[in-house]
């Protein structure tokens, strides 16, 4: 009779320690899934906000698109409402689609493919819209100065103070750019190792 006592506590202990081990197996999984979201959490609202604050620009220039009456500042003004748009919604969607990869369901080899074809869109999103951002300062710098002061910058000569701020810009948009497209790098690289420790 002890014997099958003891068979019988040994098997119901068995049973209890495989099912606290499914269960803390569940709970590291289900951290990792939140760790994972969590490394998207902090680029995703900077880039919201960043995306609101081009939106009301970008609202703004419409609302005074009539003040543009030259064909080239038109331009610029179509080139600075481009810009304002489509590259936030492309970066936000792009950040929605990282953030809300199911790490866990799925097989592991379509996740990870999965995930490095959209962070690396992500990133190259970040270099063009790092580029463009230089090449938009030639487009947007006119648009505004119509719209706020109706002054035409093409048919105005800089002053010297004017070239300074507009050097310091450029060099202050270069440390800018650099700390952030490492930052990103950063973040993608982690989730990324977070993704590849649930082979």
């Not at 803390?24 to 604050?53: P, R, S």
């Not at 609202?59 to 080239?72: A, E, G, P």
């Not at 866990?104 to 490095?116: A, I």
Request: glycine share 4%; aromatic share 12%.
């Amino acid at each position: 009779m002890e014997l099958e006592e003891l068979k019988s506590a040994w098997t119901q202990m068995s049973d209890e320690l495989n099912h606290q081990k499914k269960l803390t197996n569940q709970i590291i999984l289900d951290m990792t899934k939140q760790k994972y979201q969590n490394k998207f959490t902090t680029i995703t609202k900077y880039e919201t906000l960043g995306a609101v604050v081009c939106f009301v620009v970008a609202f703004f220039v419409l609302l005074n698109f009539s003040k543009l009456d030259t064909w080239y500042l038109q331009v610029c003004g179509v080139l600075t409402l481009s810009f304002l748009i489509v590259l936030p919604v492309m970066v936000l969607t792009t950040l929605k689609r990282l953030k809300n990869i199911d790490i866990l369901n799925g097989s592991y080899k379509e996740n990870l493919k999965f995930y490095l074809k959209t962070k690396n869109r992500l990133l190259r999103l970040q270099k063009i819209g790092i580029a463009v951002g230089f090449i938009a300062l030639f487009f947007i710098v006119p648009v505004t100065s119509k719209i706020i002061s109706n002054k035409n910058v093409f048919l105005t000569s800089l002053k010297t103070e004017q070239y300074i701020v507009f050097a310091i810009t450029l060099i202050i948009m270069v440390f800018f750019c650099r700390w952030a497209y490492n930052g990103y790098l950063k973040i993608t690289q982690s989730a990324q190792e977070l993704i590849q420790e649930l082979e």
